[in-house]
Structures are given as structure tokens and as C-alpha cells.
């Protein structure tokens, strides 16, 4: 089975703090994927990784950066977090010949 | 830009009854794929179905079928036999062929009561 996990399922920081999402996967997938999901929006891209040191925008990188030194880490960074970065943070991986995405369990981060 | 519409942000049917869950799409593409997933309280968003756009044949997977009408850029998801364990958001999604994104809609919340 596929895993995808994810560093925290709760995480609580103040505004300003600099902000670290951890992301590892089990099955040498080629593609990785930050997403931010929030009640009446769905899920919107972040940013995603096609290859190790690669990284391409989404749709709302504005606030955020990632890194990916490794194949199975895909690490989101929030600079300094603000009050409006409060949300589930979910992490994806694909391999792309199946086209499925497989979702880490999300991190419910709270900018107080 | 593709984008992904879910007209019902919340829906209930009774156990053992059949729900039908909407999804529009807008997308200048011939071929592409289509995705239901879904996410069960507080647990870890799963593939429920698929769809080529090349393939006419609807797709099933056991209680779950979808109704794929291209020209209507139309995917909706039926779930039959409803269970208490499909109590979830759903949601639809849609990626380009050959790119690396997949975009999603707002969901749907569907409530099974019993």
C-alpha cells in the first residue's frame, strides 16, 4: 500500500513564526503535491514537484516556498506565517503512469 | 484555465437508497481524466472512481458509477445501496493529460442517514 505521511496532524504558530510541513512517501513517485483546503473553496495547488529540486507554482504559492532535496520529501515552508494561512494542509503523490493521487492525512494548522 | 464546479454543497439521502452527485467541468481539452474522491470525517482522502475522456464506457467500481456526458462536460458520481459509510465530502476533479495538476471542486457534502 501506498503511503504518504505527513509530519503533524495539529500544529499551532503564532504570526510571524517560520512555518515547516513535512511530506514523505513510500513509493518512489515522481510527483508530489502541497494543496490547502478550505469550507467552500475544494482543494487549490500550492505548489507542486515533478522531480528531486524541481518545483513548480500553483495557484496561491503567494506566502509560501517549498523544497524537495529528496525523491520522498516534499517539504512546504510558510516564511512567516500570517492569521490567513490557517487551514488543512494536505500533501499528495503520484506516479505517473496510474494518474491516482494518493493524500497524506493533512495538517490542520492554526496562525494565531 | 480548467475549472471544476460542484453545484451541491450538501446532500443527504437514507441507507440503501441511490444518490447522484454533480460535477461540471470547464475545459478546451479532447483528452483528459476525471476523478471522484472522497474524504470520510477526520480520515484520509481516498480515490473513488475514475474516467478516461477517450473512453465512452462509463466507469464502475461496485456501488459506485458515473454518468460521463463529454459533450455536456458533465461527470456525476451515483453511489446505489447507500451505506453509513459513505458519509464523506466528495469530491470531483479533473487533470489535463500529459500535465502534472489536478484541479478540484469545492465538494460535496453527502450525509447517509440511517
Known amino acids: 500500500d501506498v503511503k504518504v505521511t505527513q509530519s503533524s496532524r495539529y500544529l499551532v504558530k503564532r504570526t510571524g513564526e517560520k512555518v515547516f510541513l513535512e511530506c514523505v512517501q513510500d513509493m518512489d513517485h515522481e510527483n508530489m503535491f502541497w494543496y490547502r483546503q478550505d469550507p467552500g473553496l475544494g482543494l487549490r495547488l500550492i505548489y507542486f514537484?515533478?522531480?528531486?529540486?524541481?518545483?513548480e507554482k500553483g495557484d496561491i504559492p503567494e506566502g509560501y516556498s517549498v523544497s524537495r532535496e529528496k525523491k520522498e520529501r516534499f517539504s512546504l515552508i510558510l516564511e512567516s506565517a500570517s492569521t490567513n494561512q490557517t487551514s488543512m494542509y494536505l500533501c499528495?503523490?503520484?506516479?505517473?503512469?496510474?494518474?491516482?493521487?494518493?493524500f497524506g492525512p493533512g495538517t490542520r494548522l492554526t496562525v494565531t | 484555465a480548467q475549472t471544476v464546479t460542484q453545484s451541491q454543497p450538501e446532500m443527504s439521502v437514507q441507507e440503501a437508497e441511490t444518490v447522484t452527485l454533480s460535477c461540471t467541468y470547464d475545459t478546451s481539452e479532447n483528452n483528459y481524466y476525471l476523478f471522484w474522491y472522497k474524504q470520510p470525517p477526520s480520515r484520509q482522502m481516498i480515490l473513488v472512481i475514475r474516467q478516461e475522456a477517450y473512453k465512452q464506457q462509463n466507469a464502475t467500481e461496485n456501488r459506485f458509477s458515473v454518468n460521463f456526458q463529454k459533450a455536456a462536460k458533465s461527470f456525476s458520481l451515483k453511489i446505489s445501496d447507500s451505506q453509513l459509510g459513505d458519509t464523506a465530502m466528495y469530491f470531483c476533479?479533473?487533470?489535463?493529460?500529459?500535465?502534472?495538476?489536478?484541479?478540484f471542486g469545492a465538494g460535496t457534502r453527502l450525509t447517509v442517514k440511517p
Open positions: 514537484s515533478y522531480d528531486v529540486k524541481m518545483k
Open positions: 499528495a503523490s503520484r506516479g505517473s503512469p496510474t494518474h491516482e493521487q494518493y
Open positions: 476533479a479533473f487533470m489535463k493529460q500529459l500535465l502534472n495538476d489536478m484541479r
